[in-house]
């Protein structure tokens, strides 16, 4: 590590506003649930897309919340790396840790889908350690990671749900 302050701060900076970019980016190409967006009418959304369908309303309903739940996890980690405060990222790391094992998280199991959640949760574990190890530098970069791994899965699920319809 070189000097530590000076340049650490403007990685910090760059890594904090291109991740914020990103989740806005990929809040508003998502295109799925979209009226779910405006407000936290997740249920709302969910029956938009597919109406008639009472069972898979309510998983599309409950996996919308389950995804909202990682947006707020992303704004502790954010908000730890803005404030140096590494243990807000730990914490935030470990929220999604936990999620991405939750069955709910197995939206498919088709291959590619795994792979995408398994490289997610590489870079959410790489996050982890670097807060653990209380390395800013490293942490901001590898949050940058993580967040285009959500984008990246999500570029694949959206590409998906419309070739299969
Ligand atoms: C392995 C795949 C995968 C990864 C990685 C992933 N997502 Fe998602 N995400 C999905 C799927 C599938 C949906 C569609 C859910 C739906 O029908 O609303 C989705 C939808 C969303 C939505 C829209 C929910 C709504 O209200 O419609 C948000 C917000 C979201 N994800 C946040 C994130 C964030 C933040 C990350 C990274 C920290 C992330 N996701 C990583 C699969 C993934």
């Given at each position: ?27 508003d190409n998502l295109g799925l649930n979209r009226s779910a967006n405006a407000q936290d009418g997740a249920a709302a959304g969910a029956k938009k ?44 790391a470990k929220v999604m840790t936990r999620m991405s094992h939750e069955e709910r998280w197995r939206v498919s199991s088709d291959m590619m889908y ?52």
């Amino acid at each position: 590590m070189t000097k530590r302050i000076g340049s650490t701060k403007w990685v910090v900076l760059f890594a904090v506003v291109s991740a914020f970019l990103l989740v806005m980016a990929f809040r508003d190409n998502l295109g799925l649930n979209r009226s779910a967006n405006a407000q936290d009418g997740a249920a709302a959304g969910a029956k938009k897309t597919q109406e008639g369908n009472p069972e898979k309303e309510e998983k599309s309903a409950a996996l919308s919340k389950f995804m909202r739940q990682k947006l707020h996890a992303s704004n502790q980690i954010l908000e730890g790396l803005c404030t140096e405060d590494l243990t807000m990222v730990q914490e935030g790391a470990k929220v999604m840790t936990r999620m991405s094992h939750e069955e709910r998280w197995r939206v498919s199991s088709d291959m590619m889908y795994r792979r995408y959640s398994n490289e997610f949760i590489a870079a959410v574990d790489e996050l982890e350690k670097d807060a653990e190890a209380n390395d800013l530098n490293k942490a901001s970069l590898a949050w940058v990671n993580v967040t285009m791994k959500c984008l990246k899965c999500h570029e694949w699920v959206r590409n998906t749900v419309i070739a299969e319809k």
